[in-house]
């Protein structure tokens, strides 16, 4: 392990490869584009499975399982949709390998087990689960239908990064089907909300939740919720999206029920996920040049122990005194390990938990077990102190509730810093490189088209939260009444 | 829906796809061989991982996730497996989908855009862990990894059945890497254990521990381990296998290590899993001609309440009395349902839930509210009791205690009643329509072939525990020292 190779003021990329595959997330895989989310790095996504689980169980949902695979006439039947996704798509053509007959051990595959139609790998669900739907929903009766499924999907990405943008990745995504209008937008609405909740409480990542502008929407969509964060660099992050698709999908499958009217409608429809891209943000708000910094909640090691020891008699005294400690912290539901390796020095040792973002360092030798005392080292702040050993465990427990806040509120104070209001095309230009640009767009596509030439900026959202304000569009001066997000953009 | 309309005893197959169609639990999807795990089903699913990852977690593994793609060339790497294989593998062979010239809305596989190298869909995913591994082992101290993944594998079958055999389903997959092969086989040994420990314990399924017969062992193992359960028409299911693969996997890829003396060695390894086939095991074992019969340890809802009533006046006063009762149960850890639908009568009700295995069903009605009473059904037994409000919840608490254990006792004792001995080939013949068979075997993998050209039955295994007996092949008469079980299997 080589420690502290990259400044992220320096070279951000290269210190965030380093984060990732140093501090054991994940790494490339044999396979272009894709990547191995090693244990540790699972263990962040399985916490944050599991909260996003019980966020999805109580507003209601179940979770289901529908196939991998789309027929290519089903994937097509919605047209902008399959127009969306078409470039990006693994496609399955043949069932069957058989020996090389030219090349003794090897495979071919085999020409006579083509399939009659070819199949997509997934890329997002909807034409595959509105297809089942159909079958489910004849009366008002049947609705609304709120599943979940957990997956793994393929869009074929030209340039990866990993947890960012992968051929394959990991996800959730959410198909709810409904009898109102009304309702499906309250259900696109209630689970943004749920996700800028998980943003902030969990991942302590402060989030702006807005609507995307036409350009932005997904293939497919009437209307696309999103929450943007921002990253050490200034630029934005999406990190969720919840869609209100309208009927689109509903007549794409021909999807009705009988309203108590006793009429034939069309069902509306939402989805929304969120995907082990998370993991990327994670990294990019809270992290520092020393590693990974994990807020205590995701951290699949709340606390670690560095005995300080020269002699087996020494860890042997200091193993007595910690193994209540121990018990006392994992009572209180705290996650810790004891790292009693005499193959490395504490030196090494305390470095590469910085790497891998342990909130909590407690760092004991024979000296403090005679002062009843044990040195507590927080990983944001880096700051050191000396405790008694008897009242501990509480202040354990109350510092990891600190960091969590502490954390949350660093990237607040991060996002005001670098957000900024501009009034003058000149203004937007020197900004834009800074963060977010708050600014004033007439409402074309045209308009956004432009300045994202021009700056490679974005729109990344309406706010949802805006107040009207009258004002000029940044670009052509023409009136617009809100100010919307800009910044570049992951 | 439609109730009780197939017979075990008349039409096991049709009453088998009843129970998973009607219960809830799975339908065949738009995709040839896939299926659709619908809620209720997942639900089950769900519990069952949770049992396990618990198990895994507690001997000490931890979960990682390795992509879907596997190379051609790095799927044929290992022969034997990529043989075993071949013939069922779905093969990417394109990255993009374009519009048809020829055809306005509809989408054609781009031909510029074929990949150099074809990617296997992953019927099971050593090639492409050991292929990772050979980057993550290079020292004793690297050892053992002990890695679990749950994910999505495809299989191309011909003849599917839901949940039994389909061409993608659910599993777990344990890959362990082990500097000696004691230590491999000892975790070979582990798993197969923590298998036997969750069909008994939580699916209620007694099942033999056994090893393999060289012609039913896994493609690319040294040994394969299973554990089998009976069916309710006698013939046998795989729930669970685990497989020490000696250095078949490490050769192939050339991962090895330096050991304590310095010497470079290949490493060993064992993979296991368990799959949603055990779904198909659950349902086919416990259920009965009314509909699913679930294990109280498995069920998403272990209790329904149905309340009998005329009038809304009379629903309201059966709340009043039901609303603390759930909050009773609930505080003991029941999941519980009130079915206070009114588009259902009582009757209906009744049959719903007995087709969807919930084990305990409350009914009340004002008459009981006035004895201070209410009626007790059980799923498994059919039995009914009066039962008085006062001590209801821990009523219910040992009901569903004695259900789980009750339906572990019937399945032994089923076991026992279609398990015979067979010392002549007239009595296999006989008995092998039953159920399983004990009989002597002399060992070669041609007896084995000739007895299963002949009778359809295989061997299911050789059972771990079993005692050392002279005797003679049943087919041959050659000399043999144990009995082995045979039977037809799913």
Wanted: proline share 4%.
């Amino acid at each position: 392990m080589e420690l502290k190779k990259y400044k992220r003021s320096e070279d951000y990329s290269g210190w965030y490869n380093y984060i990732v595959e140093n501090a054991d997330l994940a790494e490339h895989a044999a396979v272009k584009g894709c990547m191995v989310i090693k244990p540790y790095g699972f263990a962040i996504w399985e916490k944050m499975q599991q909260e996003l689980d019980k966020r999805f169980k109580d507003t209601g949902h179940s979770n289901a399982y529908f196939p991998l695979f789309i027929p290519k006439s089903l994937f097509e039947a919605e047209e902008k949709n399959a127009e969306g996704f078409a470039k990006e798509c693994a496609v399955v053509t043949h069932y069957r390998l058989k020996t090389d007959p030219n090349n003794k051990g090897k495979l071919i595959v085999d020409p006579d087990a083509k399939l009659t139609e070819e199949l997509v790998v997934r890329p997002t669900s909807e034409a595959i689960i509105w297809n089942t739907y159909k079958g489910w929903i004849k009366s008002y009766r049947d609705l609304p239908i709120l599943l979940n499924q957990w997956a793994n999907v393929v869009r074929w990405e030209m340039r990866t990064r990993l947890f960012l943008r992968t051929t394959e990745f990991l996800w959730q995504e959410g198909h709810t089907a409904h009898a109102t209008s009304e309702e499906a937008v309250s259900e696109t609405k209630q689970m943004l909300e749920v996700y800028a909740d998980f943003a902030e409480n969990i991942l302590a990542i402060p989030v702006i939740k807005g609507v995307k502008s036409a350009n932005e929407r997904f293939a497919g969509a009437d209307d696309t919720y999103c929450i943007e964060g921002m990253m050490q660099d200034g630029k934005a992050l999406q990190m969720g999206t919840s869609h209100f698709l309208g009927q689109n999908f509903a007549k794409a499958f021909d999807v009705k029920y009988l309203n108590k009217e006793n009429k034939l409608e069309h069902v509306w429809a939402t989805s929304w996920g969120v995907s082990t891209r998370l993991m990327g943000a994670l990294i990019m708000v809270h992290s520092d040049d020393d590693g990974l910094v994990l807020p205590p909640k995701l951290a699949p090691i709340q606390v670690v122990i560095v005995p300080i020891f020269r002699s087996e008699e020494d860890l042997a005294k200091i193993t007595e005194t910690v193994n209540p400690i121990i018990s006392q912290l994992k009572a209180l539901g705290i996650s810790v390990k004891f790292d009693n390796r005499d193959t490395q020095k504490p030196g090494f040792k305390f470095a590469e938990w910085e790497l891998k973002g342990v909130p909590v360092r407690l760092a004991i030798g024979p000296r403090d077990i005679e002062n009843g005392t044990i040195e507590v080292a927080r990983r944001d702040t880096k700051e050191k102190m000396v405790v008694n050993l008897t009242d501990l465990n509480h202040k354990v427990q109350h510092l990891l509730e600190q960091i969590q806040i502490n954390l949350y509120q660093k990237a607040i104070d991060y996002r005001a810093e670098k957000t900024s209001v501009a009034d003058t095309w000149e203004e937007f230009c020197q900004n834009i490189e800074k963060g977010f640009v708050m600014a004033h767009w007439d409402g074309t596509p045209e308009t956004e088209q432009e300045i994202k030439n021009k700056t490679k900026a974005t729109i990344r959202c309406i706010p949802l939260e805006n107040k009207l304000e009258e004002g000029k569009c940044i670009l052509s001066g023409k009136p617009s009444n809100q100010r919307v997000v800009f910044s570049k953009a992951y």
